[in-house]
């Protein structure tokens, strides 16, 4: 037995053998498969993946390095085309029933030694080509890995780190926790944890060993148990039924009313990064939707999603919801939310760059679309939508205007389009200070915490080393909160947090004294919450 501390995101248990995920170093295993037709269309949708990803660097080394640079990339998809290739991977699936992955590696090493004995340099030269293609191909399919680990039943998974886009297209049921070396519990990555109710650890040394251990993750003491032996097990099994009988206690608060013992009523909303999450939402009787995520319809794709297909997501959403409210934020992508598609340049000080509604006005045709899908699917129920990053005045009109346009050109198309309140976050000091001015503007705050303490306090929040000194507890972030909550309310705003802040229990009579009317907070956060507020008093 094994005992290793990291720093713990959510104070829950999970036990359970470990997957190892790498992404460095590819560790293919041969695996049997009995369904050959299904590993073929792995291989398929992998391949059809590689080659989008192929011609997209095509066209990006076209733009920036010519013609020539990017001829490479045209080699690869030929390679990937081919009859050769594609016909050994083909035959080994089929014929050996082995794994998708250990095709691939078979097939791009044989092929590459091929090349390599050749005697012409430009064709020896190929064989990099190839085994660059065949670990493309690989990660591929080993990114599926993480939607889906194989073997059977969940796995708690072990990775060096993981982005918000790999942990968004996780396959929750098939997940019990994970586990990092890298991350920042401020992150996004640990902010979707919470959001699917995963018991998750950073901070524990990651390697290939870990595949295949038995592993608790005691999330109450930040601490990864290797090779349990029958006491340890027997303990954190009972520790885990008490948690659900805890969780159990709370379910008689579901169809009760948030409000305060003086009479308060408290919009107590829940935070969503996907559709299916809608479901913990609604089972935990969230009275809405106060954050939905939207820029995570963008990450782990290889190209934007279309107006239709963010239209379909929103709609479903607010149609679960039925009639519940469901407050869309607007793309924030950038900083830790990186999708390739987008080609951002790399940036020094990410978190402070090009992100969010700077490059939604900047590519007003990507907002545009976005706009749409959204002022369609408020025909549906009751829909708000807010802007990110906020730090200006002019910021907020132009984004009004937009949406004023945008309408417009839809009801002149005749497409049904719902009332929609229109909010900003506040999640920069500068958007504090103006708040007064800000509220003028638009219909509510909803502040983001999460980024107000790392903009206040001059903390990254992705840096895991100041993970101790990022505090949101700070006066200067609970005063910038009283602050805007004032201004808000004076020009006729209400205000709500959606920051992970929202959901610290220790702070939610200190909010409530403020004058908080609004809470959004992940969904298992939710019965909690409301247990705190019917015991409170706002005076
Ligand atoms: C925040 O900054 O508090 C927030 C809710 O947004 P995100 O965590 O997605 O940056
Ligand atoms: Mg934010």
Known sequence: MEKFEGTSILKEIAIGKIHYYSKEKQVVQRNRVDDTEAELRRYEAAKEKALRQLHELYEKARKEAGEDSAAVFDVYAMILEGDQFDASIRSAIESQNVNAEYAVAVAGDDLAKMFEAMDDEYFRARSADIRDLSERLISILQGDSVKSAPGVGAVILAAKDLTPSETVQMDKSRLLGFITEFGSSNSHT??????????????????????????????????????????????????????????????ELKGKEDVTLDGKHIRLYANIGSVEDTAEALANDAAG??????????????DYPTEEEQFQAYRTVVQNMAGRKVIIRTL?????????????????????GYRAIRICLDREEIFRIQLRAILRA???????????????????????EILNEVRGELENREFPVGEIEQGIMI??????????????????????????????L????????????????HPAVLRMIRMTVENGHKGGCWVGICGELGADTALT??????????????PASVLPIRKIIRESTVK
């Open 427 to 456: 999640e920069t000091p500068a958007a504090v200070m103006i708040s007064d001015l800000l509220a003028e503007e638009v219909d509510f705050f909803s502040i983001g915490t999460n980024d107000l303490t790392q903009y206040t």
């Open 289 to 302: 939707i106060g954050l939905f995520r939207s820029e995570f319809l963008y990450l782990g794709k290889s």
């Open 332 to 352: 924030d992508i950038g900083a830790d939310k990186q999708a390739d598609y987008f080609h951002l340049d790399h940036e020094d000080n990410p978190a402070m």
């Open 378 to 400: 408020s025909a549906y129920g009751n829909v708000g939508i807010m802007y990110p990053m906020i730090i200006s005045v002019d910021e907020v009109r132009r984004c009004k």
């Open 190 to 251: 640990a902010i979707l944890a919470r959001t699917m109710n995963v018991p998750a650890l950073m901070g524990i040394p990651v390697d290939e060993h870990l595949e295949g251990r038995i592993a608790i993750i005691d999330g109450v003491n930040a601490a990864l148990i290797l090779d349990p032996d029958e006491e340890t097990l027997e303990y954190y099994q009972e520790k885990k039924r008490e948690n659900k009988r805890r969780r159990e206690l709370l379910q």
């Open 509 to 522: 009579g200190e909010f409530l004294w403020m004058g908080i009317d609004e809470l959004s907070v992940t």
């Open 458 to 473: 001059a903390i990254d929040r992705q840096n895991a080393k100041l993970d101790p000194i990022y505090d949101s507890h």
